[in-house]
């Protein structure tokens, strides 16, 4: 395989896109990062081995190696943290014997933060059982799932397929157990996977969804940011009401009108008696009677 040239700048854009390794929370996405950096100057074969210095005819060739592997040195050590660059060597014990002092340090941080090794494994694999499908993101949830299986298999640690699709039943709601009895009791043995099983929790979801009340998927919507103010007036029917009536008696003259008795004043009683009118029990004389 040919050299690229020597002249390889790196766009300082493209690095910086590049997040800091700092230890085994962020190595994956670093990783991943490098890599694709890499591969697009063309430089990554001098990380996986495919270009060495021993393939290099004559000296100015092997010369040339030595320059862009230190190029591609210098690009990894700018995106790792300060206290990992003890783990750097800026020169070629035997350059036969270690292809490149950047495959050095890639493998120095692989064995430190990769996946490899049971430690790892069951990071992964206890990371996979707490994942959780939500009815609301449905098709990201399954994806999760898709994305962690991988980096099992990245760890040299690849699941079955039946054990895979019992992982992603599991991380159904509670709410939905009556779907995962129904799908473990009448999908064969050989669909069972997680193709079959991933498009059945999607379809129930979905008819779960389209099954709500009407003012639930409102709600929803609104809250998503996908109902305006005029649809949500439309789709709401207001209903209004008279004031209560006002008591009828309230403005009627009462018809009752108490009776006048001589010159007693209306609405009233007085103790005095009667002109003309005599007690029984005076006497005629004016004095008062005697009791018996």
Same mark, same amino acid.
């Given at each position: 395989?040919?050299?690229?040239?020597?002249?390889?700048?790196?766009?300082?854009?493209?690095?910086?896109?590049?997040?800091?390794?700092?230890?085994?929370?962020?190595?994956?996405?670093?990783?991943?990062?490098?890599?694709?950096?890499?591969?697009?100057?063309?430089?990554?074969?001098?990380?996986?081995?495919?270009?060495?210095?021993?393939?290099?005819?004559?000296?100015?060739?092997?010369?040339?190696?030595?320059?862009?592997?230190?190029?591609?040195?210098?690009?990894?050590?700018?995106?790792?943290?300060?206290?990992?660059?003890?783990?750097?060597?800026?020169?070629?014990?035997?350059?036969?014997?270690?292809?490149?002092?950047?495959?050095?340090?890639?493998?120095?941080?692989?064995?430190?933060?990769?996946?490899? &090794?049971? *430690?790892?494994?069951?990071?992964?694999? !206890?990371? =996979?059982?707490?994942?959780?499908?939500? %009815?609301?993101?449905? /098709?990201?949830?399954?994806?999760?799932?898709?994305?962690?299986?991988?980096?099992?298999?990245?760890?040299?640690?690849?699941?079955?397929?039946?054990?895979?699709?019992?992982?992603?039943?599991?991380?159904?709601?509670?709410?939905?157990?009556?779907?995962?009895?129904?799908?473990?009791?009448?999908?064969?043995?050989?669909?069972?996977?997680?193709?079959?099983?991933?498009?059945?929790?999607?379809?129930?979801?979905?008819?779960?969804?389209?099954?709500?009340?009407?003012?639930?998927?409102?709600?929803?919507?609104?809250?998503? &940011?996908? *109902?305006?103010?005029?649809?949500?007036? !439309?789709? =709401?029917?207001?209903?209004?009401?008279? %004031?209560?009536?006002? /008591?009828?008696?309230?403005?009627?003259?009462?018809?009752?009108?108490?009776?006048?008795?001589?010159?007693?004043?209306?609405?009233?009683?007085?103790?005095?008696?009667?002109?003309?009118?005599?007690?029984?029990?005076?006497?005629?004389?004016?004095?008062?009677?005697?009791?018996?």
């Amino acid at each position: 395989m040919a050299l690229p040239t020597s002249e390889v700048k790196f766009d300082t854009n493209l690095i910086g896109r590049i997040p800091i390794l700092t230890g085994q929370d962020n190595y994956d996405v670093w990783r991943l990062r490098i890599q694709t950096t890499l591969s697009a100057y063309s430089v990554w074969e001098f990380v996986d081995s495919t270009l060495t210095y021993a393939a290099q005819a004559d000296a100015a060739d092997r010369l040339k190696w030595k320059l862009l592997d230190k190029r591609v040195l210098g690009l990894m050590a700018s995106t790792i943290s300060d206290s990992l660059l003890t783990h750097m060597n800026y020169e070629w014990t035997d350059p036969v014997v270690c292809p490149s002092i950047s495959k050095a340090l890639w493998d120095i941080l692989k064995g430190l933060f990769g996946t490899v &090794g049971i *430690a790892g494994q069951f990071n992964l694999f !206890n990371q =996979t059982l707490r994942l959780r499908i939500d %009815p609301e993101h449905a /098709n990201s949830s399954i994806n999760e799932y898709h994305v962690q299986f991988q980096k099992l298999v990245e760890a040299e640690y690849n699941l079955p397929e039946t054990l895979r699709t019992m992982i992603l039943l599991s991380g159904l709601p509670t709410n939905y157990f009556a779907l995962a009895s129904t799908i473990t009791q009448t999908v064969e043995p050989v669909n069972f996977n997680m193709s079959t099983v991933s498009k059945q929790i999607l379809m129930d979801m979905d008819l779960r969804a389209t099954c709500k009340p009407l003012h639930a998927r409102i709600s929803q919507a609104e809250s998503g &940011g996908q *109902a305006s103010s005029s649809s949500s007036v !439309n789709r =709401t029917n207001v209903i209004k009401r008279s %004031p209560p009536p006002q /008591n009828q008696w309230r403005s009627q003259t009462p018809s009752y009108q108490p009776r006048t008795f001589g010159n007693q004043p209306s609405g009233g009683y007085s103790n005095q008696p009667q002109s003309g009118s005599a007690n029984p029990n005076q006497r005629k004389n004016g004095g008062p009677a005697k009791s018996k």
